[in-house]
C-alpha cells in the first residue's frame, strides 16, 4: 500500500494517500495482537480496494474484514496478548486526558494479563497509541470520537476485573461495592443494579408464566466475557465503518487494486472454532491459487498451440466439500446450534458418525475423545471441539441486551439496537461469481458465525475469480521469533503447503515469459537488420529475428499470438539490447565530446591570439625608452647591490661560526654516541652467536641420537621378530611332514593287515575247494562199490530189496547232507569274498583321501615356499637397511671399510641361503609331483585290477617301498631344511650381535660427545665469569632488587618427604589446593626446573620416577574414589601441559609470555616423559570414566524409562503383562531423571572445582551421555512393557531434560547429545504412526541410527495401552524390513555399554607465572625454598 501510495503521489492537496496509509496503524491497534508465532499478528482477514481515477492516482477506498477473534479479549494462550490498543491504552494512563477512565497498569487488568506478557521487547505501547491517535486525527475522526472509543475499550477492561463470586453450589453474586463495575457503569452510562441481576441471573419465558433462574459462577462468567466479546466486536465493527466512510470514494472509480490481508493456515496446540475458521478461508484462497497458476497457465498453452505435458497438482476441493458441502461440517454445526438442549460432544459424535472411516481426509485422535483432525493441504490440524456451539451461535442474553439498549452513553446504545437491511456502504465494481453460493435453508443459519462467515467468502471469491490476482507470500523463518535465524525445514515446509514449489516445478518445465508478436517487434526492432525491417508481415520478421539471435529453438515457442520464452532467454535478449544501445550512446558520446573539446580549442586559441598582441605591444613601448634614463638606473642598481651584499657577508659570517661551534659539539655528541652502540651491539652479537650455536649443537644432538637409536632399535627388532617368524614357519613345516610320515605309515600297516586277510582268505578257499574235490572221488567210488555189488547180488534182489532201498535211502540222505554243506561253504566263500572287495573299495577311497591331501600339502609347502621368498626379500630389504644405517654410523666413528667389509659378507650369505632356499623348493615341487602322479597311476592300476588278489598284493608291496622310499628322502630335506635354517639363523645372530655391538659403540661416541660439551659450557661459564669481574673492576654496579626464577629448590634427602607430603598425603578438599588450578602440578615442575638448572642428571630422573610412582600409589590406593582421581587427573593434565609449555620447543613457546619464555628448560629433553604422563593420565581418565559408571548405571532404567516424569502418560497398565515389581525393589531406593541430573551436576562441579579443563570435561559427560542412551535402549530391547507409544513420549520428556543441562551447563557444542541419537529414534518411532506405507518410508528414512534388527524388534514388541491404539500388523514389520534389506551396518541387537570414546588432551598453556607462585604452608613444604 505504501509503495502504490508513493508511486500514484498527486498533485492535490487532498493527501488522500496519507489517509489510506493512515489506516493501518489503526486497524493494527485494534485487530492485531501478540502471539507465540509472531509479536504482531493479524487476528481478523483484511480486504481493501484501493480505487484509482483516470490518471491512476489513488481517489479512496474502501475495507472489509472477516472473521476477528472475539475469544482473544477474554482469553489469551500462554506467552501471548491481547489486542494492542489495550495495553496502548494502559500504558498511557497517566496522560490527563485518560484521567477519567480509571485505567490502571496492564498487569491489573484480567483481559490483559491472562498470558503473562504485557509489553513486547522493542516496542513502545506509549509511542504507539501517540501514533494511533495521529492517524485518527489524520483520517479526520475527532476527539470526541477517539475519546469515545476508548472509553468502551476502558469499560471492556473493567468488566474483565468484575469479581463474580459462588453462593452456594447454583447461585452467585456480585458486590455492589465492586469499583470495577462502578467504574464499568459510569463509564458506559449503565445501570448497576440491573446488571448485577442479570449477570447472575437468567429469565426463562414459559406458555403460562415467567421464571428467574439463579446461575452458577461459572455461567456468570460466561455471560461476562460474552458481554466483553460483543461490544468489543460492535466497536471494530463501528471503527472499520468510520474509517472507510472517511476513505470514501467521492465519484466513480475507473480501476481499483484490492490488496487481500489475511490470515495463513494455523495450527496451535489447543485449535478451536478460529482456527477452523480460518484454515477453511486458507483452503478457498489455495483453490483459487491452483485455479490461476495451474489451470489457467496450462489451458493458455493449449490455446496457443503450444506442446505441452500436462502437471498434476494436488486439488483440495474433496477437503472443501467435507467443510461446506451439504451435510458438512458447517451444515451439521448449524443444524446442531438450532436444538436449545445441543452439546459439543453431540455434534462430534454426529461427525464420528457421518465421516469416520468413510472419509480419508477426517480422522479420530489416538489419545483424545474430545476432538476431530482434518487433513489440509498444508498439514494435519487436530480440532477440540469444546466451544464450538457457543462461538458459532454468538448468542447474548436478552436481558443483558436489553441493559446496553437502554445506556444513557449513544455509542454503546447504538451498538445493540436491532438491525436493519443496509446496503453496502460503497458502490463496489460489479463482478460475476464463478459458481454460486450455497443458499441457506431457513432463517436461524444466517445468524450463526459460520454462515455469516462463509458468505463473505463467497463474495471474496467472486471478486477474486472476476479479477487478475497476484500473490505475495509470506514465509517465516524460525519460529522463535529470532534475528538472522533460517530454518530450511520449517521453510520448506511452508513452501510446500503454499503450493510455491509446484509453482517453480510448472516455471522449470513451462515458458514463464512470453510476449506478443507486436510487443516484441516494437521493443526489440533495434535488433533487426534493415532487411528485416522491410518486411511488412511483423510475425514472420519476429520469428526470423529469434532465430537469428538464438539458436537453440527449444528455449522458445511461437504461439498463434505470443512468443513464449523459458526462464532466461528475455534476459539474453534485453542483454543484446542493452549492448546494442550501449554502442548507440559511445558513438553519440564520442561525436559530442569531439565537438567540445573542438569548441574549447578554439576559445584557448582566440585567448593565445589577445595575449600575443599585449606582449608585443608591451616591447615597442621599452624600445621607445631613452638611454640617459636607463644609466642612471643601472647605477643605482650597482650601489644598491655593494651594500646589500656588504651587509650579508657580516651576517652571514656571525652565523657561520656559531654553526660551526653548534655542529662540532653535536657532531661529537653523535659519534661518540654511535661509538658506544657498535660496543653494544658487538658484544650481543658475540653473546648471540655462543648461544645460538650452543642451542643448535645441543638440538642437532638430541634429535640425531633420538633417531639412530629408535632407528637402530627399530630395525633390529623388525628383524628379531621376522627371524622368529621364519623359525615357527618352518617348525610348522617340520611338524606338517612328521604328521605326514605317521599318517603314512599307519596307512601302510592297514594295507600291510589287508593283505594277510586277503592270503588268509584264500587259503580256506583252496582248503575248501580240495576237501569238496576229494568228497566227489568218494562219492563216485561208492557208486561203483554199488554198482558192482547190484551186480553181483541181483540174484539177491528180492531177498534184500528191503535192505537196499533202505540202504539207498540212508545214501541219498548222506549225500543231500554233503551236498548242503558244500552249498553253504561256497556261499560262505562268497560272502568273504564280498567282504574283500568292499574292503578294496574303502581303501581305495582311503587312498584317493591321501593323495588329496597330498595334493593340499603341496600347494600350502609352495604358499610357504613363496612366503620364505618374500621373507628373504624383507631381510635383504632390512639388511639393506642396516647397511645404510651402519654408513652413517662410520661417518661418525670411522670404522668404514671394517663395516662394509661386514655388511658384504652378511649380505653374500644372505644371497647364498635364498639360492638354497630356492633350489631346494624347486626340487621339493618336483618330487612332490612325481609323488603325487606316481600315486595317482598306482590308484588306477589298483582300480583296473581290484579282482586279481594275486597283482593287488605285488602292486601293493610296490607302492609300501617307494612310500618308504619317499618318506626318507623327504626325512632327509627335513634335515638338510634344519641345517640351513640353522645357518641361517645362525647368521641372523651374528647380524643381531653386530647391529647390537654398533649401538653400543654408538653410546660411546655420544657419552664422548656430552662430556665435550659439558667441558664447552664449562669453559664458556668460566669466560663469561672472567668477563663479568672485569666489567665490574671497570664499572661499578648498581645493586640489584631480588628477583625470584620460578624455581623450588630441595635437597636430594627431602625427595621422599616431597612426595610423601605434595601426593601421598594430599587431601583435594583443601581450600589453598583448589585456589589455583593445578597447584600440585607448578609445584612439581619448580622442583624439576631446579634440577634441569643445576644439570643433575640423577636428581632429575629420580624426581620423575618418584613423581610417576607416587602417582599411580595414589590412583590405586584410592581407585574407587571419585574426588581423588578427578584431582589427580586435572593436576597430571596440568603437569602434562607443563612440560609441553616450558619444553622450549617452538610450536609451544609462541604460546608463552615472554616473562614465561625464560623459564623453558634449559639442559634436558623430557619428551618421553611426556609421553609416560600422557599414559599415565589416560589411565587415570579410564578408572574415572569407570568409577562415574558405576555410580549412574542403577539410576539409568528407573530414572529414564520407570519413572512418570509426565503425571498420568502412563496410568493404564497393558493388559496381559506381569508386574515386574517386588518386595526388594519396592525397599530400593526410587530413582528419577532429576536424581541422573543431581548425579551429573555433582560430577561436573566436582571436576570444575579441580580446575579440569573444558575439553576434558565435555569428553567425559559425552562417555556417560553415551552410557545411558545405550543402556536404556538396550532395556527397551528386552522390555515388552517399555515399548508404547506413552512410554516413548516419557522418553523423550527426559532426553529433553538432558538437553537442558547441557545448556545449563553451557555444553551444548560438546556433541554430548547426539549419543542419544539412538534412544531419541526409538522413542520417535514408538510414537510415530505404523500403518501406511508412507509411516513405513518415514521410519526407513528418519531411524538411520538404528540397525535394522533393532527396528524390527521395536516394532514386533509394541504393546498398546489404550483401546485405540492397535498392534503393529506383521505385514507392516515386513514392510519396513524390505526397505532396510539394503541398509548395511551392524546385525548386532544391543548396544555395548562398555564402548569407550578416545579421549585427547588438547594442549592448554597455563597464564600462570612460576616466578609469582607461592608454596603455602598448610601443604608443609618448608624444605623447599624460593630461588
Known sequence: MRYFAVVSKSSSKTCVEDKVLASNPITEAIGNAKTTRNDNSSRFGKYTEISFDRRYQIIGANMRTYLLEKSRVVFQSENERNYHIFYQMCASADQPEFKHLRLMSASKFRYTCMGGWTEIEGVDDRADMAETRRTFSLLGLKEDFQMDVFKVLAGILHLGNVEIKAVGGDKSSISSSDQHLAAFCGLLGVSEEGLCRWLCHRRIVLVAETVVKPMPREHAINARDALAKQIYAHLFDYVIYNINAALQVPGKPHTFIGVLDIYGFETFEVNSFEQFCINYANEKLQQQFNLHVFKLEQEEYMKEDIPWTLIDFYDNQPVIDLIEAKMGILDLLDEECLFPQGTDQNWLQKLYNNYLDKNTLFEKPRMSNQAFVIQHFADKVEYQCKGFLEKNRDTMYEELVDIMRDSKFLLLANFFQEEELTPSLTKGIKVRPARPGPKPTNKQLKTTVGNKFRSSLYLLMETLN???????????????KLPFEYDSKRV????????????????????????????????????????????????QTCKTVLQRLIQDSNQYKFGRTKIFFRAGQVAYLEKLRSDRLRGACITIQKHVRGWSQRRKYLRVRHAAIVIQQYVRGKRKIRQAVSAATLKRAWAALVIQKYCRGFLVRRIYRLVQVATVTIQAFTRGWLARKHYKQMVAEQKALVLQKYARAWLARRRFQTIRRMVLNVQLSYRVQQLRKKLEEQSKENHGLLERLTGLASAHAQDMDKLQRLEADLSKSANERTSLEEREKKAKEDANQVIVQLQAQNDSLLQEKQDMEKKLSDSAQ?????????????????????????????????????????????KEENRRLKEEKIVLQQQVEEGVQTSGDLQEQVLQLTKHVKVLPKLRQQVSELQRQKEELEARLHEQGTEMREKMDEISTELQSNLNEEVTQ???????????????????????????????????????????????????????????????????????????????GLRASENANQIPVPAVPKEYLGMLEYKREDETRLIQNIILDLKPRGVVVNMIPGLTAHILFMCIRHADYLNDDKKLKSLMNSIIGGIKQVVKDHQDDFEMLSFWLSNTYHMLNCLKQYSGEEEFMKHNAPRQNKNCLQNFDLSEHRQIFS???????????????????????????????????????????????????????????????????????????????????????????????????????????????????????????????????????????????????????????????????????????????????????????????KRVAPSFVRKVQSLLQDRGGSTQLMLDTQYRFQVTFPFSPSPQALELIQVPSSLKLSFLTRI
Open 466 to 480: 472476476a479479477t487478475t490476482p497476484h500473490y505475495v507470500r509470506c514465509i517465516k523463518p524460525n519460529e522463535e
Open 492 to 539: 520448506v515446509q511452508q513452501l510446500r503447503a503454499c503450493g510455491v514449489l509446484e509453482t517453480i516445478h510448472i516455471s522449470a518445465q513451462s515458458y514463464p515469459s512470453r510476449w506478443t508478436y507486436i510487443e516484441f517487434y516494437s521493443r526489440y526492432s533495434i535488433l533487426m537488420t534493415q532487411p528485416e525491417l522491410e518486411l511488412n508481415d511483423k510475425k
Open 810 to 854: 540212508e545214501m541219498k540222505a548222506n549225500f543231500d547232507e554233503m551236498k548242503k554243506k558244500f552249498q553253504e561253504d561256497l556261499e560262505r566263500e562268497e560272502r568273504q569274498r564280498k567282504i574283500v572287495e568292499n574292503n578294496f573299495d574303502i581303501q581305495k577311497e582311503d587312498y584317493d583321501a591321501q593323495i588329496e591331501a597330498l
Open 946 to 1024: 581290484r579282482r586279481l588278489l594275486e597283482l593287488q598284493k605285488a602292486e601293493s608291496e610296490r607302492e609300501k617301498e617307494e612310500l618308504e622310499r619317499r618318506i626318507e628322502e623327504i626325512v632327509e630335506e627335513n634335515l638338510q631344511l634344519k641345517k640351513q635354517h640353522q645357518a641361517e639363523s645362525e647368521a641372523k645372530n651374528r647380524l643381531r650381535q653386530e647391529a647390537s655391538r654398533l649401538i653400543a659403540e654408538n653410546m660411546d661416541f655420544e657419552e664422548q660427545l656430552d662430556l665435550k660439551d659439558r667441558l664447552i659450557r664449562k669453559l664458556q661459564n668460566q669466560i663469561k
Open 1175 to 1365: 599414559d599415565l593420565a589416560i589411565r587415570i581418565y579410564q578408572q574415572f570414566v569407570t568409577v562415574m559408571e558405576k555410580t549412574l548405571i542403577p539410576m539409568i532404567v528407573p530414572g529414564m524409562l520407570e519413572h512418570e516424569s509426565l503425571q498420568g502418560i502412563s496410568s493404564m497398565k497393558p493388559t496381559g503383562l506381569r508386574k515386574r515389581s517386588t518386595s526388594f525393589l519396592d525397599d530400593a531406593e526410587t530413582y528419577t531423571i532429576s536424581s541422573i541430573l543431581q548425579q551429573l551436576s555433582s560430577f561436573h562441579s566436582t571436576m570444575s572445582q579441580h580446575g579440569t579443563d573444558p575439553e576434558l570435561i565435555k569428553q567425559a559427560v559425552k562417555q556417560q551421555f553415551f552410557l545411558v542412551g545405550a543402556a536404556t535402549l538396550n532395556n527397551i530391547l528386552l522390555r515388552k512393557d517399555m515399548c508404547s507409544c506413552r512410554k516413548g513420549m516419557q522418553i523423550r520428556c527426559n532426553i529433553s531434560y538432558l538437553e537442558e543441562w547441557l545448556k545449563d551447563k553451557n555444553m551444548q557444542h560438546s556433541n554430548a547429545i547426539d549419543t542419544m541419537e539412538p534412544l531419541s529414534q526409538a522413542a520417535w518411532l514408538l510414537q510415530v504412526n505404523k500403518s501406511t506405507d508412507e509411516d513405513a518410508k518415514e521410519i526407513a528414512e528418519k531411524c538411520t541410527e538404528l540397525s535394522t534388527v533393532q527396528i524390527v524388534k521395536i516394532l514386533n514388541s509394541y504393546t498398546p495401552i489404550d483401546d485405540f491404539e
